[in-house]
Structures are given as structure tokens and as C-alpha cells.
């Protein structure tokens, strides 16, 4: 794991670990977020600058491909102790080069005194038009949208200055056009015919009334379109033609300033919420959490989770004992009934008690609420301790062997490699699953005689009560120093303060939601595999031959620069696993 081969292998030989390397205690990761709040102090103050580009959607290259071009960028420095900010805070840049002059103007107004960090809703689409004008260019991506990532510009004395970039959807999973009423924010009507925006439109300016009609797809829009030029004095004297860059800057304005009140307010709920849940951080006398030093929201209510001492005695994983329990890993049961395909006829709803009367339906909806939310309440707790190799046991059968591994665990928890000799009960709906090396797709079945899988004690002791089975055990781990229950208090606190807000109509709800609906999922954070670097053609064939070893791919993006994405080694990867497996089995 700590080369690029580290998944070309997914035997592990042996379940040994060297502890100092593979656990990482509660008191290791608070005292690491500690440091990293002190090293943040002790530099320049944080400058959050809101940015949005226009962007042309018709221009073609040479060759007919169809890309996007920016032709207008605006932006919005959040100056510190500022509390209003209005469309005159806003700046902007037009044509080619618009990037460029942002860069310019920010790193001679602001480089000197701030740090200085980039946010767009939806950042790797803006990003894309700010590479070429950035050097040192690194990020990290999720599939293929961006986390983060940094760079560096100049300022007129030629001084090198480091941004950062930051993508506030992964922090607030939510459009734009909803932060109004999510943050009840002023409302104004947002529309822009995008097609309007060709390369000869925006090279015109204006376009006669009569040529916009034909890109007003409704009457409301219409209606909204025209409105916001009169407001915005888009019109020329005559109100023949409409000066349709004027029209995309007012536009574009406003979405900075949606995205800076919305991005503001989230944080101040978010602070008010981690004064609530903050037992450990009353007690070491912590700042309540700041959104501006996390990229994620699932981060943020991880940390939520850490302050309030649910994570006391727990220890976070890494190398051979986090890989094993990542192989325990079984997400959402996503099959019809036995796995044959159904033809859902369609009926109409003739009750007139039910939501849907009058409709015509086809399947009935049925979602469980707070599905995680009600695991973590269910649950024991956290699994505290670290893994232990379970030795040989002694056991006649299968019930005699989960009455060793309870012995043996101190009735806590433990983390299974076992071999399924007999299925003495078949189900239409099984619990049991198996991971199909052909398909790379896991198939729920019960039909797994003298398979080979993976398991918690949760899910094996559903696995007897419900289908009966004998196993072998082949190997695993096991935890003997009990549960933290903290959790399940920290879960309630949250879901019936959230209840609370909800009643109030208090847009506070939609963060407690998204809070409630993003800590689990960091437990089973994966590695970031690969990082990527944009460099200079010129520089091109030094970089391979001093990283070829780790280097993924290479594509060449406008002559001038290339984007290289290199394999990550993951042996310092930590996360939660266990806790994670745990939640999935109760859910």
C-alpha cells in the first residue's frame, strides 16, 4: 500500500499489524485538529473570495468539438468584520482573459494580507477556466468533481502567492436557486437563456428584442427575462435591443452574492450547532467549528461527532486492519424479490385518503426516514479498543462458535472471514450477499454454499436467525473493551433539535439535515487514489522521468499545459471503518 500496486493484490496474508503505524487513538486525532487550528492562527488571516464564470457553450474548435468558453467572471471578497454585502462589493472581468485580470486584482488588493481562497458552488466546472492562468496547480478530485485544490499567482512585484480552491457544494449539497428559501435569503426571479450566449452573440453585445425571442423558451420566462432588463437597465433608449453581457453581469453578480449570504449563514449554523454538540470541546476549551477549515460536510459532522466525545476509546484504522474491514463493507440491498424481473403495471389510486389520490401509480414509495439516523440510535455505541487477531477456537458448531467469539470479545464487537457450509432457510428477500468478481457487482443471495465471505457480528447473527446457516471460521479480529454510547445521545440531540427547528420553520433544519445525513458516511471514507498536477509543456519530459513510476495518465489540455494524474501511496490513510460496518449491519 504504499505503491502504486496497492490494489493489485487483495490477499492479505496475514492480520498482524504493527500498532504504531496501523491505530490512530481519539487523543491523536483531537490533538491533530488542535495543531492544524494553531497552524491556521498563526498565519495570515483566511479571505474567502466567492467567484462565478459566465461561459460562451457554443464554441466550436478547429476540429468541431463543442467546448465551453468564459467570456466573464465576477467575484466577491468576504472581508473580514464586513457584515452586508450588496451588488457594488461585487468585481468583475471581461473577455478572453478574464481569469487572468481575477488573479491579478485579488493577489495586488488582497495577497499581501490574506490567504487567499477561491470558492465556487460547483467548483471543478469554474476551475477549468482558471488552470491555465495558475502555476503549481494541484487538486483532488471525487470522481470527477473537485474537492480542492491550490495554486500559485503573482502580484505586480512579481511576488508568488498560494490559493486555495474550495467547491461549497461539497459542503452544501444543494443548487443555488434553492439557497433562497434553504437560507431564506431575498428572493429575486433567476433566469438566463443560456443558448443565447453563442460566441457571434456575445461578440455582438446587444441582439434585437425580436432575435432574444427566439431563446425565451416560455411565457414566464419571458416575462422574468424582461423584467430583469428593465430592472437592470439592459435595454437600450429605444428598447429595441438588449445589452445581453450587461443582462449575464447583473446575472452573475447576484449568483456571488446568493452563494456568499448563503455560504455565511451555513456557517453561523453550523458554529451554533457545534455549540450544542461540544462536550469534549467545552472541556478543552475549543472554538466552536469554523466551516472555512473543512471541505466537506461529511467532515464537518464527523468533527461534530469527535467534539461531543463519541469517539472516547475508539481508534481509527489503517493498512492490513482497516483493509480487512473494509471487506465487511455491504451497502444497500438494491434487488427485486428472488432477483427476477417484474412488470410493474399502473393503477389508479382510488382512496381518497392516500397522498397519491387521483394519480396514477406504479409502485408504491415507501422510505424509511433518517435510515443511518436511526442505526446510530440503535446501535450499542462505537466499538472502542483496537482490532485483536482472533486465535484458534474450539467450537463443535456454529452456534458454539459465536458463543467463543462472545466469550472471547467480552460481548463486544468483532469482524469475520468465514466459509458458509449450509443454508438451512432460503429467503425471497435474503440478508446474505456475495461479491461477484465477474460482474465487480454484489449479488444478494443465499444460494453462497462454500463461499468465502466477510462479516460483523451483527450480520452473522442475522444470517443464523434468519437463514439457518453453519460456517467455518477462516480468520478475524476482535474488539473486547466494550461500546461508547455517546453516539446515540449526540444522534437524538441533533434529530429532535432538528424536529424542533423544522416545527419553528427555521431554515437552521436544512443544516441539522445535512449533518444528520453526512456522519456516517466518513467512517468508511475511501483513499484518495491518485492526485492531480497541471505542468508546463516545456517541463514535461523532466517530470516523467523523475515520476513515471507513479504517473497514471497524461493529457495535453490547450498546447500550452498538461494535466498529469499521479497515483497516491494510501498506507496513511485512517478512517473509521469499523464503526461504519457496524451502522450498515443495523440499517
Given at each position: 500500500?504504499?505503491?502504486q500496486?496497492?490494489?493489485?493484490?487483495?490477499?492479505?496474508?496475514s492480520?498482524?499489524?504493527?500498532?504504531?503505524?496501523?491505530?490512530?487513538?481519539?487523543?491523536?486525532?483531537?490533538?491533530k485538529?488542535?495543531?492544524?487550528?494553531?497552524?491556521?492562527?498563526?498565519?495570515?488571516?483566511?479571505?474567502n473570495?466567492?467567484?462565478?464564470?459566465?461561459?460562451?457553450?457554443?464554441?466550436?474548435?478547429?476540429?468541431n468539438?463543442?467546448?465551453?468558453?468564459?467570456?466573464?467572471?465576477?467575484?466577491?471578497?468576504?472581508?473580514?468584520?464586513?457584515?452586508?454585502?450588496?451588488?457594488?462589493?461585487v468585481?468583475?472581468?471581461?473577455?478572453?482573459?478574464?481569469?487572468?485580470?481575477?488573479?491579478?486584482?485579488?493577489?495586488?488588493?488582497?495577497?499581501?494580507?490574506?490567504?487567499?481562497?477561491?470558492?465556487?458552488?460547483?467548483?471543478?466546472?469554474?476551475y477549468?477556466?482558471?488552470?491555465?492562468?495558475?502555476?503549481?496547480?494541484?487538486?483532488?478530485?471525487?470522481?470527477?468533481?473537485?474537492?480542492?485544490?491550490?495554486?500559485?499567482?503573482?502580484?505586480?512585484?512579481?511576488?508568488?502567492?498560494?490559493?486555495?480552491?474550495?467547491?461549497?457544494?461539497k459542503?452544501?449539497?444543494?443548487?443555488?436557486?434553492?439557497?433562497?428559501?434553504?437560507?431564506?435569503?431575498?428572493?429575486?426571479?433567476?433566469?438566463?437563456?443560456?443558448?443565447?450566449?453563442?460566441?457571434?452573440?456575445?461578440?455582438?453585445?446587444?441582439?434585437?428584442?425580436?432575435?432574444?425571442?427566439?431563446?425565451?423558451?416560455?411565457?414566464?420566462?419571458?416575462?422574468?427575462?424582461?423584467?430583469?432588463?428593465?430592472?437592470w437597465?439592459?435595454?437600450?433608449?429605444?428598447?429595441?435591443?438588449?445589452?445581453?453581457?450587461?443582462?449575464?453581469?447583473?446575472?452573475?453578480?447576484?449568483?456571488?452574492?446568493?452563494?456568499?449570504?448563503?455560504?455565511?449563514?451555513?456557517?453561523?449554523?453550523v458554529?451554533?450547532?457545534?455549540?450544542?454538540?461540544?462536550?469534549?470541546?467545552?472541556?478543552?476549551?475549543?472554538?466552536?467549528?469554523?466551516i472555512?477549515?473543512?471541505?466537506?460536510?461529511?467532515?464537518?459532522?464527523?468533527?461534530?461527532?469527535?467534539?461531543?466525545?463519541?469517539?472516547?476509546?475508539?481508534?481509527?484504522?489503517?493498512?492490513?486492519?482497516?483493509?480487512?474491514?473494509?471487506?465487511?463493507?455491504?451497502g444497500?440491498?438494491?434487488?427485486?424479490?428472488?432477483?427476477?424481473?417484474?412488470?410493474?403495471?399502473?393503477?389508479?389510486?382510488?382512496?381518497?385518503?392516500?397522498?397519491?389520490?387521483?394519480?396514477?401509480?406504479?409502485?408504491?414509495?415507501?422510505?424509511?426516514?433518517?435510515?443511518?439516523?436511526?442505526?446510530?440510535?440503535?446501535?450499542?455505541?462505537?466499538?472502542k479498543?483496537?482490532?485483536?487477531?482472533?486465535?484458534?477456537?474450539?467450537?463443535?458448531?456454529?452456534?458454539?462458535?459465536?458463543?467463543a467469539?462472545?466469550?472471547?470479545?467480552?460481548?463486544?464487537?468483532?469482524?469475520l472471514?468465514?466459509?458458509?457450509?449450509?443454508?438451512?432457510?432460503?429467503?425471497?428477500?435474503?440478508?446474505?450477499?456475495?461479491?461477484?468478481?465477474?460482474?465487480?457487482?454484489?449479488?444478494?443471495?443465499?444460494?453462497?454454499?462454500?463461499?468465502?465471505?466477510?462479516?460483523?457480528?451483527?450480520?452473522?447473527?442475522?444470517?443464523?436467525?434468519?437463514?439457518?446457516?453453519?460456517?467455518?471460521?477462516?480468520?478475524?479480529?476482535?474488539?473486547?473493551?466494550?461500546?461508547?454510547?455517546?453516539?446515540?445521545?449526540?444522534?437524538?440531540?441533533?434529530?429532535?433539535?432538528?424536529?424542533?427547528?423544522k416545527?419553528?420553520?427555521?431554515?437552521?433544519q436544512?443544516?441539522?439535515?445535512?449533518?444528520?445525513?453526512?456522519?456516517?458516511?466518513?467512517?468508511?471514507?475511501?483513499?484518495?487514489?491518485?492526485?492531480?498536477?497541471?505542468?508546463?509543456?516545456?517541463?514535461?519530459?523532466?517530470?516523467?522521468?523523475?515520476?513515471?513510476?507513479?504517473?497514471?495518465?497524461?493529457?495535453?489540455?490547450?498546447g500550452?499545459?498538461?494535466?498529469?494524474?499521479?497515483?497516491?501511496?494510501?498506507?496513511?490513510?485512517?478512517?473509521d471503518?469499523?464503526?461504519?460496518?457496524?451502522?450498515?449491519?443495523?440499517?
Open positions: 500500500i504504499r505503491t500496486f496497492y490494489d493489485k493484490n487483495s490477499n492479505i496474508d492480520l498482524s499489524y504493527k500498532e504504531r503505524m496501523c491505530v490512530m487513538s481519539c487523543d491523536d486525532r483531537i490533538a485538529y488542535i495543531k492544524g487550528v494553531d497552524m491556521r492562527a498563526s498565519k495570515l488571516p483566511n479571505l473570495i466567492f467567484f462565478d464564470f459566465e461561459t460562451n457553450t457554443k464554441f466550436e474548435t478547429e476540429d468539438k463543442v467546448i465551453h468558453k468564459a467570456y466573464m467572471v465576477c467575484w466577491l471578497a468576504e472581508i473580514p468584520n464586513k457584515k452586508d454585502f450588496s451588488d457594488f462589493d468585481e468583475h472581468a471581461v473577455g478572453e482573459y478574464c481569469a487572468k485580470e481575477m488573479f491579478k486584482f485579488c493577489a495586488n488588493k488582497y495577497g499581501k494580507d490574506y490567504s487567499l481562497t477561491f470558492i465556487a458552488h460547483n467548483c471543478g466546472y469554474d477549468r477556466f482558471c488552470r491555465q492562468f495558475c502555476y503549481n496547480n494541484t487538486f483532488i478530485q471525487q470522481g470527477h468533481s473537485l474537492i480542492c485544490g491550490s495554486g500559485t499567482i503573482y502580484d505586480n512585484n512579481n511576488r508568488a502567492i498560494t490559493i486555495n480552491f474550495k467547491d461549497s457544494y459542503m452544501i449539497s444543494t443548487p443555488l436557486r434553492k439557497f433562497f428559501k434553504m437560507f431564506k435569503l431575498e428572493v429575486f426571479k433567476e433566469y438566463i437563456p443560456y443558448e443565447m450566449y453563442s460566441t457571434e452573440n456575445v461578440e455582438k453585445i446587444f441582439l434585437d428584442v425580436i432575435e432574444v425571442d427566439n431563446y425565451l423558451d416560455t411565457k414566464e420566462n419571458s416575462e422574468t427575462f424582461y423584467e430583469n432588463c428593465l430592472k437597465k439592459c435595454y437600450n433608449r429605444k428598447q429595441t435591443k438588449v445589452d445581453i453581457i450587461k443582462y449575464s453581469l447583473k446575472y452573475c453578480e447576484l449568483d456571488c452574492l446568493v452563494l456568499q449570504k448563503g455560504y455565511s449563514s451555513f456557517r453561523d449554523s458554529s451554533e450547532i457545534s455549540k450544542i454538540c461540544n462536550k469534549l470541546g467545552d472541556k478543552l476549551n475549543l472554538d466552536p467549528i469554523n472555512d477549515n473543512f471541505y466537506t460536510i461529511s467532515s464537518v459532522a464527523i468533527k461534530i461527532h469527535e467534539l461531543d466525545g463519541c469517539f472516547d476509546g475508539c481508534f481509527r484504522l489503517s493498512g492490513i486492519p482497516r483493509e480487512f474491514h473494509q471487506k465487511c463493507v455491504v444497500g440491498r438494491t434487488m427485486t424479490r428472488e432477483n427476477k424481473k417484474i412488470i410493474a403495471t399502473a393503477r389508479k389510486v382510488t382512496d381518497p385518503n392516500h397522498r397519491h389520490y387521483g394519480k396514477t401509480q406504479y409502485i408504491d414509495d415507501f422510505d424509511s426516514v433518517s435510515n443511518y439516523t436511526s442505526a446510530m440510535t440503535r446501535i450499542e455505541g462505537f466499538i479498543g483496537i482490532p485483536l487477531v482472533i486465535p484458534t477456537l474450539k467450537y463443535e458448531n456454529t452456534n458454539e462458535l459465536i458463543k467469539l462472545d466469550k472471547l470479545s467480552n460481548n463486544s464487537h468483532y469482524f472471514h468465514i466459509k458458509i457450509l449450509k443454508v438451512g432457510v432460503h429467503r425471497q428477500f435474503p440478508c446474505i450477499s456475495v461479491h461477484n468478481e465477474a460482474t465487480g457487482v454484489r449479488d444478494f443471495t443465499d444460494y453462497v454454499e462454500g463461499e468465502e465471505v466477510y462479516c460483523d457480528k451483527t450480520m452473522i447473527k442475522d444470517w443464523i436467525e434468519f437463514h439457518k446457516i453453519e460456517v467455518e471460521l477462516i480468520r478475524g479480529y476482535y474488539y473486547n473493551q466494550g461500546y461508547n454510547n455517546q453516539v446515540n445521545i449526540t444522534q437524538n440531540t441533533l434529530f429532535n433539535k432538528r424536529l424542533e427547528e416545527k419553528n420553520k427555521n431554515p437552521i436544512e443544516v441539522y439535515k445535512l449533518i444528520l445525513n453526512s456522519s456516517y458516511g466518513k467512517t468508511l471514507e475511501n483513499a484518495h487514489e491518485d492526485e492531480t498536477k497541471f505542468i508546463n509543456v516545456k517541463d514535461r519530459d523532466k517530470f516523467i522521468s523523475r515520476n513515471y513510476n507513479f504517473i497514471k495518465s497524461i493529457k495535453e489540455i490547450d500550452k499545459v498538461i494535466e498529469v494524474k499521479q497515483y497516491k501511496p494510501i498506507d496513511n490513510h485512517f478512517n471503518v469499523q464503526q461504519g460496518v457496524y451502522i450498515l449491519g443495523m440499517s
